[in-house]
């Protein structure tokens, strides 16, 4: 996913980030398994899974003692509270639905946002109450174009402080994409047609704006 890729590598503590510690277990856990393919999990040898050929696991770093700030900690600086409504698809009162600003590998990608500067775990009962009947409507929605068989539904909250929830649509038929590395095909596989994409996102919208 390449809009996502981006939100994943902010996240990413830097190589001059300090060690909390150094204990022995620790180092010994940051060691990779082998080089041997015997030494790697299971999942390498998934239909899913998108790589094959040789491979060896990357050191684990170690832990930073204070996580970086993300990115809109300080909500004068959020990008999402300083955009306006017309960058996005669909708003209301409380909520906004935007997508990635190209077209990439999956029919859909769009992400829901609170109005509000919040994080998940800061929702209060109706926000929440609304982010329950919202999920439902999107997934019913994107699960209705006839090129999509499931719709993934994420919050990884790593990358931005302002809550997002994502929506992946997973292509009809395509079973290589099922499961959690569907977010690495995004990136993989050429981008959907610019005509196709935008058609799918209007009708995304006008589904919600169908109250
Ligand atoms: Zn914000």
Redesign the pocket.
Known sequence: MRYLSGVASASTPGQNSKPAHSNPKQQQRNQPASGSRSELPAFVDWPAFPFEGDMRLKSLQDPVSAEPPRR?AR?EQ?????TPDSAYLWSNERWRLKSPPAPSGLPVVVIL?PR???DLGDLSTMHAAELGVLTVRLERAIRSLESVAQVHVNRWGDGT??LQQWFLARPHGFLQLRGPFMTMWDEILPPVEEHEWQMNLEYIAAWLADD
């Open positions: 809109g909500q959020c990008t999402a509270c300083h946002e509000a500067h919040l402080a302002h």
